[in-house]
């Protein structure tokens, strides 16, 4: 018997790549595919965040229960007769003070993260400039969802009946979503200008106040004088009152929900480049 000693095949070493091969495999810009999966991977780190810092759903959880009671109970007599004629007033009211205090703290987050230097980390990605600030703004829906869905348990408990029915409610909510969907890019641009998180969250409260406070989400219109009454019409939170209380309160798709969208977009379309703009000139 006798063994055959065979020679292996040399393995050919790889090739290194040129920086043609290189550039050839790279595109100058993300294509919307691309932009799509990285904002949905950034939501996803946002929302691991979340689980980890049960403490940035206090605000989506405590706030509704407090302010429906507290409004409710406090002015509710005064300004319709009786806590159960006010509810359908200022529930809707509520869901809009809720997701737009909700969507401030987008901003303060976003300030952090660029004082930790997360964001150091992700400018040497290949990544779409857009996707670290629209991806947690996408995990905060879940928060507006949570808070929209309190404020209607708690005005039901208290004796609301919505007549718009299981679909107006949920109309009002997707609805609400979208509103703070879209200011929270308002509180986006304040994060990448300011210096701190404390100063974005000064600067968030003054313009948070005169959004809510001036417009008809706790008293009707009719009731203001004449020069507060043409500031609250054409204030972006009235609009997306009014049409939350026409979807919850008669289950009806009025042109004022489409004059809400039209402001949404607007604000989107608006500060969303700018939000943008900004935070590339920061990293």
């Given at each position: 018997m006798t063994l055959q000693m065979t020679t292996p095949a040399p393995v050919a070493a790889p090739r290194r790549l040129t920086p043609d091969d290189i550039a050839a495999r790279t595109t100058s810009h993300n294509s919307?595919?691309?932009?799509?999966?990285?904002?949905?991977?950034?939501?996803?780190?946002a929302t691991k965040k979340m689980r980890?810092?049960?403490?940035?759903?206090?605000?989506?959880?405590?706030?509704?229960?407090?302010?429906?009671?507290?409004?409710?109970?406090?002015?509710?007599?005064?300004?319709?007769?009786?806590?159960?004629?006010?509810?359908?007033?200022?529930?809707?009211?509520?869901?809009?003070?809720?997701?737009l205090t909700a969507c401030m703290a987008t901003g303060v987050q976003l300030r952090e993260d660029m004082e930790k230097g997360v964001f150091d980390r992700f400018k040497s990605?290949?990544?779409?400039?857009?996707?670290?600030?629209?991806?947690?703004?996408?995990?905060?829906?879940?928060?507006?969802?949570?808070?929209?869905?309190?404020?209607?348990?708690?005005?039901?408990?208290?004796?609301?009946?919505?007549?718009?029915?299981?679909?107006?409610?949920?109309?009002?909510i997707v609805l609400t979503m979208i509103a703070g969907w879209s200011l929270a890019w308002v509180f986006t641009w304040v994060g990448t200008l300011a210096r701190s998180a404390q100063s974005v969250q000064g600067i968030s409260m003054m313009i948070m106040f005169p959004l809510t406070f001036l417009s008809n989400a706790l008293v009707p219109v009719e009731t203001l004088p004449s020069w507060l009454a043409a500031f609250v019409k054409v204030n972006p939170v009235s609009h997306v009152v009014t049409a939350t209380r026409d979807l919850a309160n008669n289950g009806q798709v009025t042109a004022h929900v489409g004059w809400a969208l039209v402001a949404c977009a607007a604000v989107i379309a608006i500060f969303a480049p700018l939000s943008v703009r900004s935070y590339k000139k920061h990293i």
């Open positions: 919307l595919r691309q932009t799509l999966g990285q904002t949905m991977s950034m939501a996803w780190r980890r810092n049960p403490e940035q759903f206090f605000d989506v959880t405590v706030q509704p229960l407090l302010f429906t009671a507290m409004f409710a109970y406090l002015l509710g007599g005064g300004l319709a007769g009786s806590v159960q004629a006010y509810l359908p007033l200022v529930i809707p009211g509520i869901l809009a003070q809720t997701a990605l290949p990544m779409a400039r857009i996707a670290p600030l629209a991806g947690p703004m996408i995990a905060d829906l879940l928060r507006y969802a949570i808070a929209s869905t309190l404020t209607f348990c708690t005005g039901i408990a208290m004796g609301y009946r919505p007549g718009g029915g299981v679909a107006g409610v949920v109309g009002a």
